[in-house]
């Protein structure tokens, strides 16, 4: 048996979520005051956010892409005709700055972006898809939608709107803005 792989790698999800679920409330029990449900609650969400990501990369393998590389190139495509700087993409994906040019540095490499100095001012750089992008985001995008489907499996539209209000008010609490306000 192989000692240096972690336990919960080796137990399926539900044994995993039950385990970590049984170490927090230890906690609990250790040290006064530890807020268990909020300490659950975060793990298991970043337990999720890792399987889903897990999950995306799997799926998008074959075509040699990642679920960040995904994420980026839909953000994008989502631009539209409006021209969006690294800069905004690293906000919307919450990748650091210098890991967003890691990643247009690969894609404009692979021939899916292409990216041009701004026409007012030299020093902005504006990320586009190329044709070849948006074939590969053709492929792409029923791979991850399915595994969205998945997750999302019986929740129903209430749950998913009400789990989406919660979402925006998690992110809206941590807002590094609103700290100072």
């Not at 539900?14 to 449900?37: F, W």
């Not at 709107?161 to 998690?170: D, I, S, V």
Request: aromatic letters at 4%; glycine letters at 6%.
């Amino acid at each position: 048996m192989n000692r240096t792989k972690p336990l919960r790698d080796a137990l399926p999800p539900s044994d995993a979520t039950a385990q970590l679920e049984r170490l927090i409330l230890r906690l609990a029990g250790k040290v006064p005051g530890y807020p268990y449900e909020l300490a659950l609650c975060a793990r298991l969400a970043g337990q999720l956010e890792k399987r889903m990501a897990e999950a995306a990369n799997a799926v998008l393998r074959p075509l040699e892409l990642s679920y960040v590389l995904y994420q980026v190139m839909m953000i994008i495509f989502g631009a539209g005709d409006e021209l969006i700087a690294p800069g905004e993409i690293a906000q919307l994906t919450g990748e650091r700055p210098n890991n967003v040019t890691h990643i247009c540095n690969e894609l404009e490499e692979r021939g899916l972006i292409t990216r041009t100095h701004g026409p007012h001012d030299r020093r902005r750089v504006q990320v586009t898809l190329t044709a070849a992008g948006k074939r590969l985001l053709s492929k792409a995008q029923p791979l991850i939608w399915a595994k969205w489907q998945q997750r999302f499996t019986a929740i129903d539209a209430a749950e998913l709107g009400a789990l989406t209000q919660l979402l925006r008010r998690q992110i809206a609490n941590l807002d590094p803005r609103a700290e100072g306000a």
